[in-house]
């Protein structure tokens, strides 16, 4: 009868262990006891009836103490567990409102090209607060002499004749139908010489555009953040803004927005050829860049849409960055060329290729003149495909200028619709200096600036002229329109100049405008027939 009742203790005590903690030194005092004894008898004898209560005694004497420490225990771990559920309470609820945000306020209505007015607003406050710092600026240039002054845009005043006019601001008058060669001519190409060497037209068109007044950003040249304790102050918030609030949303939008240009162009292209999967591209792609352009806070201004580029035609438009493509594909989906690339930008272009014609050329063949054009001319030729978007000046320019395009682009045929893009510098650097920051780290910095806005125009179509204009010509015009149209400085130096060097034809070019003006035209213009023909 007692090996029964204590075996029953036994059980007892294994039961309550698997279901409460607190009875674990319970089981770890009755596994101690040498059951095997229990089993031959040794122990169950009348004299151990005493001991056995003893025993008992101190088994619930372990057990009330094991409960009081696994009380205490539960106690101090309630605060820990309230707090833990406190802050996950916390992070859930700021992930739902951060998600309806982006959803609901931004996906949306950038789906269906709708404007909620939140961007304006934003705009219009920032335009205030950087009024109120150029005057703080200001003020304090007056009060502090040490304070740094920009500098002006060029600080070379140059002049506006030609090589022929200014040579002859040097020397006397001569007769240019005898010619002969003064020394005086050499003072003109040092002053040439030196005025590129202290403020080159090229070099200067691939740095950072200099604002006039600080915008607020640590990246300017100019350190004017600690003129006064309230501009440091709103800089500080500013800095707040920037990177705890718009970088992550502006991540987050274009994580969405390139996810679904990847998975949507690759349903879309799954479809036959119809004009159903011609709109549905259309369609992703317009969501995509919409998406991406509002997380960007962009405020792009589309003027003259009535010139917009039609399907069959060329677009051609002035380079700052790799968000001109996005800036213009929010108002109509166009065809890329390009160059085929690897890692995440290749497996985005495989993807929009399936649902869209976009050009994209291996490099091999960009290095084949021919088979470029004869593409670009197939494409053109196909009066139903999207308008094909071109960057003649083949590199990305600071904005205050538009450089040489190049020819090829206009060797096509068809009609040219010119497009101008100006950024507004006070809100961010649009410029991607290639040589300087990679694509990450430009990224980085466009969703740190304040915001993105820029003006597009569309300009009238143009074509080639009959009366014997050809394609650099042709280049040169819609350079030049482009240039009047953005406020731009028009030059006709080459961007491939940012990473080669001087091509021979220039340097040739100026020695030809020389002789000219010492033997005559005519004995030049047979100079150079000899020379081709060698």
């Known amino acids: ?55 008992l005694q101190d088994v619930t004497f372990h057990t009330a103490a094991s409960q009081q420490r696994s009380g205490d225990d539960v106690t101090s771990e309630l605060p820990q567990l309230s707090v833990m559920e406190g802050l996950w309470c916390v992070a859930a609820g700021v992930f739902q409102v951060w998600m309806f945000v982006v959803v609901f306020l931004i996906m949306l209505p950038a789906m269906f090209g709708v404007s909620l007015g939140v961007t304006g607003v934003y705009i ?92 607020l950003l640590t990246r300017t040249n100019q350190n004017f953040r600690y003129i006064s304790l309230r501009l440091t102050v709103i800089w500080g918030l500013g800095v707040f803004v920037r990177y705890c609030i718009l970088l992550p949303l502006r991540m987050t939008l274009a994580i969405i927005g390139l996810s679904w240009l990847v998975v949507g162009t690759t349903l879309v292209g799954c479809l036959p050829d119809s004009s159903v999967k011609d709109w549905l591209s259309e369609l992703v792609h317009l969501t995509c860049y919409r998406i991406c352009a509002r997380g960007l806070s962009a405020t792009i201004h589309y003027h003259n849409r009535e010139n917009k580029p039609q399907k069959g035609g060329i677009c051609v438009a002035n380079h700052t960055t790799p968000i001109d493509m996005v800036i213009l594909a929010n108002d109509g989906c166009y065809a890329m060329v390009g160059q085929v690339h690897g890692g995440l930008l290749g497996v985005l272009q495989r993807s929009m290729v399936r649902s869209c014609p976009h050009v994209w050329f291996e490099r091999s063949e960009m290095k084949d003149r021919h088979a470029v054009t004869s593409r670009l001319r197939a494409h053109v030729a196909a009066k139903t495909k999207l308008p094909i978007l071109i960057f003649p000046e083949g590199t990305c320019i600071n904005n205050t200028s538009v450089m040489m395009f190049k ?16 950024y507004d510098p006070r809100f961010g650097d649009a410029f991607w200096n290639s040589s300087k920051y990679n694509t990450v780290s430009y990224l980085l910095r466009t969703m740190t600036s304040w915001a993105v806005v820029v003006n597009v125009w569309y300009l009238p179509p143009m074509t080639l002229q009959q ?52 033997v005559g035209q005519r004995a030049v213009e047979g100079w150079s027939e000899d020379t081709e023909q060698q």
């Not at 059980?11 to 698997?18: I, K």
């Not at 020819?407 to 100006?422: D, Q």
């Not at 010509?473 to 406020?487: L, T």
Request: aromatic share 8%.
């Open 124 to 215: 219009q406050v920032l335009v205030k607060i950087l009024e109120w710092a150029t005057i703080r600026i200001q003020r304090g240039q007056k009060e502090q002499p040490g304070v740094p002054v920009p500098l002006p845009a060029g600080i070379i005043e140059r002049a506006a004749g030609s090589m022929e006019e200014e040579m002859g601001q040097l020397q006397s008058p001569r007769s240019l139908e005898g010619g002969h060669f003064a020394l005086s001519d050499a003072f003109y190409f040092y002053k040439k010489g030196m005025e590129s060497i202290v403020d080159d037209q090229v070099i200067q068109r691939f740095s950072s555009e200099e604002l006039a007044s600080w915008n």
């Open 1 to 55: 009868m007692l090996f029964v009742d204590y075996t029953d203790c036994c059980v007892r005590g294994v039961t309550e262990a698997q279901h409460n903690r607190s009875n674990i030194t319970v089981c770890a005092f009755l596994a101690q006891l040498d059951v095997r004894k229990l089993l031959q008898g040794r122990v169950f004898s009348q004299s151990t009836d005493s001991a056995l209560d003893e025993e």
């Open 407 to 422: 020819k090829g682009s206009f060797e096509i045929g068809g009609t040219v619709h010119p497009v101008a893009i100006k």
């Open 467 to 518: 009366d014997g204009e050809d394609a650099a010509q042709f280049a040169d015009r819609v350079k030049s329109a482009i240039a009047r149209r953005g406020g731009l400085l028009d030059l006709a130096w080459d961007g491939g100049l940012k990473r080669a060097k001087v091509k021979d034809s220039l340097k040739e070019e100026q020695q030809r405008m020389y002789s000219s003006i010492i």
